[in-house]
């Protein structure tokens, strides 16, 4: 018997993706999409809903306030990008907690917990992690659209409070993440942050003295809290060179 579910998100892009792993899932029945929480509202009235899939960042009503109003409530996986609302999403006793941009492995494993354990999925070739193939990348949210970037590529990467900026020589990426997420994501042996505001990829640094690093032509600040960590591994790890 399949779990009937819907989409509940302002992003055209988000809604697209979720179809898709929606759709290679054996026990899930996408019945709805919704682009805010009003609507999702008159579908929970209209439909039998097992399952959403909830965005939190949302005009009108948000995913959690939504939540709270539902009574009794259907099972709920959050997908959005912040991470600051999971303290509050467990108390609401949600399914899980995605944080976008979501591989589909980790819906996976989302989809088996709200099912008790038992799911099927059509495997593809773009399941392995991107960041151990040969050439590791990851994809980013800019201009409504998932762009690729390959590790090799990046400069350095600039916190923007809510954004990133991702360098590198031919282009820049401003895309909605946090920097704390990217310090997670990437590999800690190819990748170090320096300052709160900035991660540079290690073998890229061109010269570095107790206050700042140059990479790409341009410096970048040492942060304080981070110093003795960065000259520890910049003085004794001879690959910067190589």
């Known amino acids: 018997m399949s779990l009937k579910c819907i989409i509940v998100d302002d992003e055209p892009l988000a809604l697209e993706v979720l179809e898709a792993y929606i759709d290679r899932i054996e026990g899930l029945e ?7 929480a009003v609507k999702a509202f008159d579908a929970l009235k209209k439909l039998q809903v097992d399952l959403v899939f909830l965005d939190i960042q949302m005009p009108k009503l948000t995913g959690i306030d939504f939540l709270k109003v539902l009574n009794p409530a259907p099972k709920v996986i959050f ?38 354990g038992t799911v099927e999925y059509e495997e593809s070739a773009d399941d392995s992690s991107p960041l151990k193939n040969d050439h590791p990348y990851i994809f980013l949210k800019a201009d409504r659209k998932m762009v690729k970037v390959y590790l090799k590529d ?12 991702i360098k590198t020589a031919e282009k820049e ?62 003085n004794n790890d001879s690959s910067i060179l190589d």
């Open 30 to 36: 996408l019945v709805a999409k919704c682009e805010n």
């Open 79 to 116: 997908t959005t990008a912040y991470r600051e609302y999971a303290l509050e999403s467990y108390e609401l006793n949600v399914v899980d907690y995605l944080l976008k941009p979501i591989a589909f492995n980790r819906f996976m494993m989302a989809v088996n917990k709200a099912m008790d």
């Open 154 to 165: 990046i400069l350095y990467i600039e916190s923007l409070k809510d954004y990133v900026r």
């Open 173 to 234: 990426i401003v895309s909605l993440q946090k920097i704390s997420y990217l310090e997670q994501k990437l590999p800690e042996e190819l990748f170090m942050r320096i300052h709160r505001s900035f991660i540079v990829p290690i073998k890229k640094i061109e010269a570095f003295s107790n206050h700042a690093v140059e990479v790409g032509g341009k410096e970048l600040p040492i942060g304080r809290n981070y110093k003795n960590q960065v000259l520890d591994v910049l």
